[in-house]
Every structure is written in structure tokens, then in C-alpha cells.
């Protein structure tokens, strides 16, 4: 089956703009997890949602938000995009999370 | 909040060396998982431990999780090139559904 895939891979925009990442989970699964990865802070976790309610949030701030569409694809959006925002942003699906979890390859964001 | 650590961040070992990474949570986890993430790539799952002082092997890597639930070690015997990566170890904490909070991670190295 289709892994999870993520759109686009790379992107880069300017301080200031925002963007939207998009993250298609594996069929079947409804948990869709974020992260951001950075080699200083390594992966940090985003939010979590699951049947497009948003179950857990991690400790980034307001211009980080995110949804879940019914057939549990999932978009994460920044606004006022920063410097510091430039990573690697990680999306992974599970069947209800607390399992496995299966990562995409990842959107490389670059602020500049 | 809840921190893992990871030790060591980085090591450099021969090829038939062996090579052990140290997880430890501020907080008692209900799970443990490991993924490696190869150069370039995205974390991959490779296992997840449950039971308190449970051990599980694959081929060459023992995961071990303490009698605490508050630390885990993976080992690799004879290590390969096809080894090199990064280690992660994520984990659960209880009560916090499917929140999965990610180590710092071991970078490993390994040469001819």
C-alpha cells in the first residue's frame, strides 16, 4: 500500500508569508501526527490529530495551526513565516495513534 | 514539560565495533519506541517496547526498557555500514494518548 506522502518536498518562501504543507496519510489510518526537525532541537512535535479533531498540541506558538480533512488528510499552515521557522516538517500517520507511526519524507521548508 | 534525553549525541565506531545509545525520560513513559532515521531520509520505525524490564532483540539490536519505565537502551553487536544513522528513542507518557515526544537522538558512524 501507498505510504504516507507528503507535498511539496521543498519549498521556500520569504519572511513575513505563509505557507501550507499538506500530508496524506497511509489509507486506513486516522491519527496524523507533525514535527519539525532541526538539527539544533531535533524533532520537536507539532500537534496530533485524529478524525479531525486535534488531540494533543505541542509548545509552538499561534502562528502554527493545523486541521484534518474527513478522509484524514491532513494540512499544517505557519503564518508570518520567520526566520527560525526553516526545517524539515514531518508529518506521520498511525491506525488510532499510540502505535507504530509511519513518517513521510518530509517537507524541507527554507525562510529566507 | 517531559524531556528525553539521548547519550551519547554523537559516536564513531569501527565496522565490528559494537555501539550503545542511552534514553532517558524525565517521566515515567506507558511505551517506548525506536526509529532510525538514515542521512537524508525520515525516521523509520523499529520497534516499541511495553512491559516494564522488557527485552527484544532483531538480528543484531537488543532494545532494552528499564524496570522504571523511565530509561531504555538499544545495542548493536558487530556493527555494519549499513548501520549509520540516526537513533531515536520516542516516548509515551501516560495520560497523554498518542503524544509521542522524540529523544535528542545518537548520530552513529561507522567506517571501514
Known amino acids: 500500500k501507498a505510504g504516507v506522502t507528503q507535498t511539496p518536498r521543498y519549498l521556500i518562501k520569504t519572511r513575513g508569508q505563509q505557507v501550507t504543507l499538506s500530508c496524506s496519510p497511509i489509507?486506513?489510518?486516522?491519527?496524523v501526527s507533525w514535527y519539525q526537525q532541526t538539527p539544533g532541537q531535533g524533532l520537536q512535535f507539532l500537534f496530533e490529530?485524529?478524525?479531525?479533531?486535534?488531540?494533543n498540541k505541542g509548545n509552538f506558538p499561534g502562528r502554527f495551526s493545523g486541521r484534518q480533512f474527513s478522509n484524514s488528510r491532513s494540512e499544517m499552515n505557519v503564518s508570518t513565516l520567520e526566520l527560525g521557522d526553516s526545517a524539515l516538517y514531518l508529518c506521520?500517520?498511525?491506525?488510532?495513534?499510540?502505535?507504530?507511526?509511519?513518517f513521510g519524507q518530509g517537507t524541507r521548508l527554507t525562510v529566507v | 514539560g517531559q524531556q528525553v534525553m539521548q547519550i551519547p549525541q554523537y559516536q564513531h565506531v569501527q565496522e565490528g565495533e559494537d555501539f550503545t545509545t542511552y534514553c532517558n525520560s524525565s517521566?515515567?513513559?506507558?511505551?517506548i519506541q525506536w526509529y532510525k532515521q538514515r542521512p537524508g531520509g525520515h525516521p523509520v520505525f523499529l520497534i516499541q517496547?511495553?512491559?516494564?524490564?522488557e527485552v527484544k532483540k532483531q538480528k543484531r539490536l537488543t532494545f532494552q526498557f528499564g524496570e522504571a519505565k523511565k530509561n531504555s537502551s538499544l545495542h548493536i553487536t558487530a556493527t555494519q555500514t549499513t548501520d549509520v544513522g540516526t537513533y531515536f528513542c520516542?516516548?509515551?507518557?501516560?495520560?497523554?494518548?498518542?503524544?509521542?515526544?522524540f529523544g535528542t537522538g545518537t548520530r552513529l558512524q561507522v567506517t571501514l
Open positions: 506521520a500517520s498511525s491506525l488510532a495513534g499510540g502505535q507504530e507511526a509511519f
Open positions: 489509507s486506513g489510518h486516522r491519527s
Open positions: 490529530y485524529f478524525s479531525e479533531t486535534q488531540r
Open positions: 517521566t515515567t513513559l506507558s511505551n
Open positions: 517496547l511495553v512491559k516494564s524490564g
Open positions: 520516542a516516548g509515551r507518557v501516560t495520560g497523554t494518548a498518542s503524544k509521542l515526544t
